[in-house]
């Protein structure tokens, strides 16, 4: 590749947090911005609420090509806002747009996709609309980018997902002077297939993907898709289990097979231990801020699991985990175990706003805390000058220490603490129960002071800035014990490679991309930091039943031996799935792309 190619980014969870991709994309932009410099640049959707937390606009335009074709954009009537996006390791150039259209033109776009493509747009669907809008607007953008920068310069635009490749489809038909690269990270007739037929990848090749986009209603979204997938000069997928899908669905094998990564390797040994304990007080603080209140147990006796990922209830196996989590209770219960689990299940659900009962909860905890505080800084000299003087051999009576002021501040803050009724399941108010409220409602999973096993669903994203625990969602898996992952479709997997990254032990699946690469890289002696769950070939009844017996192993092996795993994985496994080694084969794909799309240059 020419040291000045420019590298576009198309994708639209770019400053926009809706799933795994999100965390993908985020997770390479360091790598790229050390790769391509000032010539790498991502383009995203315009969402007014999610942009104005990492987005910084440029406000001045100057006179480069790029400015240029902004400004063009703009006069004809288009939202374009050109910035950077700020990462924690990174801060790349970003043109997000706004995805709208006015009516006779989008009008004609859909016109032009049946007319040029077969694409059908004719059923209403808003979330296609926006998607069509981001697609036209970003490929005037580009197109007028292109047609101004020098010819010699060569240009890559890498789409991710069928949401943003309505451009890739223009550019490609009108021979637009770009290598395009299309990765399909899933497919969307095996997303939806998934929970609704039994063991569907034992016969993709079998599965009508007409039939089935009409029965689901989504023929306009996989036209879209599949077209995609034809035209790009290079199509990569992130695991084998999509490849399949590809091949299946898409009517193309891929080109490549790239797993997903991560731009830092982890910490090593000690640091990933005492990482571990430092974000476990957190958690322990919310939780006892969050229970102590209605009724007490002991942290250190307290287990911490989780799961977490887009709410996809059967596709993410939540409802197998809900499944296992209650038959745990229980069976500790049963076993009259002193050992308490708390489950999180964290997955962003539409919500009004934060239960009061949960802020007024950590209210209160931080204000016995104060005056906890308060009270050992009036007693502490207290106790020294008792200890220091005549029968200084003698325990002190605390009580004696304290006077009728401090007597008064304690009785009064431990009844404000106090609460009647259980603590809450969910710390938001959700628009309206889903699958999660009503299966913990089944089976029983109410906080009661009884139950070995207590939940807390969290129905939002966790980030630093606005977490109920004082601490963003990486923080949050390395204080925790376990991360739980089993599920039926899962391409590749980002949070359970996270959690097993960061050091914390992890179940999940072999139908999961990670949890097929992970079970064939691990050692034996990983058995008790990485166990997979089998769902290609049971039944959800089975898998139930496997991932409770996995359960139970954990939480009796920390109950007779008191040991908190911590995973680790070989520096071979580590390597194979850090940016910087994957970057490697990307290359490779850029290479494809434009030997592709200019084959008699013979330049590359």
């Known amino acids: 590749m020419k040291p000045n190619t420019l590298q576009l980014e198309i994708a639209w969870e ?14 390479r932009v360091p790598t790229m911005v050390d790769t391509y410099g000032e010539e790498y640049m991502l383009i995203g959707p ?3 609420e999610k942009a104005k937390l990492d987005f910084r606009p440029i406000r001045e335009l100057d006179d480069s090509p790029l400015s240029q074709a902004i400004q063009h954009t703009r006069n004809l009537g288009f939202e374009v806002h050109y910035g950077y996006w700020l990462l924690e390791e990174a801060r790349p150039k970003v043109l997000l747009i706004n995805p709208v259209l006015r009516k006779e033109h989008s009008d004609s776009i859909k016109a032009r ?14 979330l296609t609309d926006q998607v069509i809008a981001f697609g036209e607007i970003t490929r005037i953008l580009l197109t007028e980018l292109i047609d101004r920068i020098h010819f010699e310069q060569d240009v890559i635009a890498h789409y991710h997902e069928w949401m943003s490749a309505v451009s890739l489809i223009g550019l490609v038909a009108e021979k637009v002077r770009v290598a395009t690269i299309f990765t399909a990270h899933a497919t969307l007739i095996g997303r939806y297939v998934a929970p609704n037929e039994q063991q569907y990848h034992l016969n993709l090749h079998e599965i009508d993907w007409r039939q089935k986009a009409s029965d689901f209603q989504i023929e306009d979204r996989v036209g879209i898709e599949r077209t995609a997938a034809k035209s790009a000069h290079v199509l990569i997928t992130s695991s084998s289990v999509t490849a399949r899908e590809c091949e299946a669905f898409l009517d193309r094998s891929p080109d490549s097979i790239i797993s997903a990564g991560i731009h830092r390797k982890p910490g090593v040994g000690h640091e990933v231990f005492e990482k571990h304990l430092q974000n476990r007080s957190k958690i322990d603080a919310f939780v006892k801020a969050l229970f102590s209140p209605s009724y007490q147990f002991k942290t250190e006796k307290t287990l911490y699991f989780f799961t977490s990922g887009r709410y996809e209830f059967q596709n993410k196996g939540f409802d197998i985990t809900l499944a296992a989590v209650s038959r745990l209770n229980e069976a500790l219960k049963r076993n009259g175990s002193d050992i308490t689990v708390v489950f999180f299940l964290i997955s962003k659900k539409p919500f009004y706003n934060i239960r009061t009962e949960v802020l007024e909860a950590r209210q209160r905890y931080q204000n016995l805390q104060k005056i906890c505080k308060q009270i050992s800084a009036r007693i502490g000299p207290r106790i020294y000058s008792n200890v220091t003087g005549p029968g200084g051999r003698k325990l002190p009576d605390l009580n004696q220490l304290m006077d009728d002021e401090l007597h008064h501040t304690w009785r009064q803050a431990v009844n404000q603490f106090k609460r009647d009724g259980l603590p809450p399941v969910t710390t938001h ?4 129960d889903d699958e999660v409220t009503r299966e913990l409602q089944r089976a029983g999973l109410n906080n009661k002071e009884e139950d070995r096993v207590k939940v807390i669903y969290h129905p939002d994203f966790m980030d630093r800035a606005t977490s109920l625990f004082s601490m963003d969602y990486l923080d949050f898996v390395r204080g925790c014990h376990l991360g739980i992952f089993p599920s039926l479709y899962e391409p590749w997997g980002y949070a359970p490679m996270e959690t097993v990254m960061h050091g914390t032990p992890v179940i999940s699946s072999d139908l999961s991309g990670f949890g097929k690469f992970i079970g064939d890289a691990v050692t034996a002696d990983q058995d008790h930091e990485i166990a997979i769950i089998n769902r290609r070939y049971q039944s959800d009844e089975s898998a139930a039943a496997q991932l409770t017996s996995v359960l139970e192993d954990f939480v009796f092996s920390f109950e007779n031996h008191q040991y908190i795993p911590r995973a680790r994985l070989s520096r071979q496994v580590l390597d194979r799935l850090c940016w910087t080694e994957l970057q490697l084969r ?7 792309a434009l030997i592709r799309y200019q084959p008699v240059a013979n330049l590359y």
């Open 14 to 27: 770019v400053c926009n947090q809706i799933g795994g991709i999100f965390t993908y994309i985020k997770s």
């Open 429 to 432: 108010h959700l628009h309206n």
């Open 46 to 48: 315009y969402f007014p």
């Open 586 to 592: 990307y290359q490779e794909c850029y290479r494809l």
């Open 113 to 126: 996709l049946w007319n040029q493509h077969g694409i059908s747009t004719i059923q209403p669907d808003p």
